[in-house]
């Protein structure tokens, strides 16, 4: 996985909350086992019309959200199933960061393991943010290090545990971080 240290990126506004996994990434999307190829189904109810044009009143189709890599979205966000093929089709379309007050506990956890950064900000602080990105770009700087996110007039602090801060930070998932121990490995294996 890449780290994740300083993301500076342009944010989509998403005012909805308990967006569930099946909105995020559609049930029929689901036969492929690649972490790749899922963006293009991203939202694919909310993003498009019985006829597969674009629904120009959903939130990612708005011009100033074009080339988005920050969500934010209101509470509860990643509920529903437990689908680790939500986090990739997030990641697939762009989006390496994903801010609201609070996240489905599996959704969160997938998040990181995936290489997203899932931020829970106060709510007051993220209805700030869905406020002032609504109609318009909104750029934002996140950083992970010093637990971060300033742009725009805005500036907040966030909370993360410090295993999955650490993962995020060296651009590793649990298969990279038990490697990190090989050698330790290969040596007690070896004295057996």
């Known amino acids: 996985m890449e780290p994740l240290v300083i993301h500076e990126g342009k944010a989509a506004t998403m005012n909805r909350v308990n967006v569930d996994t099946d909105q995020i ?7 492929r086992v690649e972490r790749t190829g899922f963006g293009k189904f991203l939202f694919f109810d909310w993003r498009f019309q019985a006829d597969g044009s674009e629904n120009p009143n959903f939130e990612l189709n708005k011009p100033h959200t074009k080339g988005a890599s920050i969500l934010v979205a209101g ?30 506990d599996i959704f969160f956890n997938n998040c990181v393991k ?9 709510e007051e602080e993220v209805y700030t943010l869905l406020e002032k990105g609504a109609d318009k770009a909104l750029d934002l700087t996140v950083n992970l290090k010093e637990q971060t996110i300033v742009g ?7 909370e993360i545990d410090q295993y999955w801060k650490e993962m995020l930070l060296n651009g590793w998932d649990e298969i990279g971080l038990t490697l990190r121990y090989a050698d330790d490995i290969k040596a007690f294996e070896e004295a057996r």
Request: aromatic share 16%; net charge positive.
């Open 25 to 31: 990434i559609p049930k029929q999307f689901l036969k």
């Open 75 to 104: 509470h509860n966000f990643g509920c529903g199933s437990s689908r680790e093929h939500a986090p990739w089709a997030l990641h697939d379309y762009g989006f390496r960061v994903v801010i609201a007050p609070n996240f489905a």
């Open 114 to 122: 995936n290489g997203m950064l899932p931020v829970r900000l106060k």
């Open 152 to 158: 725009e007039g805005f500036s907040a602090t966030f």
